[in-house]
């Protein structure tokens, strides 16, 4: 499951130079990434053969394709999305 802890990101935003508006969309796709995740956790065998399951994956690949775009274009993003307690590069 992919999970984000959203109040430590904005927290760590609230100390950068970016501006407002890329801070909020990159709260919004990872947002959305979060309840994607947990939409796309499967109840049974079946749901993951079931067409919603299809389309919350497309949709789930678009946002992390959103997310991928966001980061490369202010490479801080991917540094500030770090776990808390990190320790690798």
């Given at each position: 499951?992919?999970y984000?802890d959203l109040?430590?990101?904005?927290?760590?935003?609230?100390?950068?130079?970016l501006p407002a508006?890329?801070?909020?969309?990159?709260l919004q796709?990872l947002?959305?990434?979060?309840a994607?995740?947990?939409?796309?956790?499967?109840?049974?065998?079946?749901?993951?053969?079931?067409?919603e399951?299809?389309q919350?994956?497309?949709?789930?690949a678009q946002?992390?394709q959103r997310?991928v775009f966001?980061?490369?274009?202010?490479?801080?993003l991917?540094?500030?999305s770090r776990?808390?307690?990190?320790?690798?590069?």
């Open positions: 499951m992919y984000t109040d430590l990101i904005r927290a760590r935003l609230v100390e950068t130079d508006e890329v801070q909020l969309s990159y796709v947002a959305n990434l979060n994607l995740s947990i939409l796309l956790t499967p109840e049974g065998e079946d749901d993951l053969d079931a067409p399951h299809t919350l994956s497309h949709l789930f946002h992390q997310r966001l980061e490369t274009e202010y490479p801080a991917a540094v500030l776990p808390k307690g990190w320790g690798g590069n």
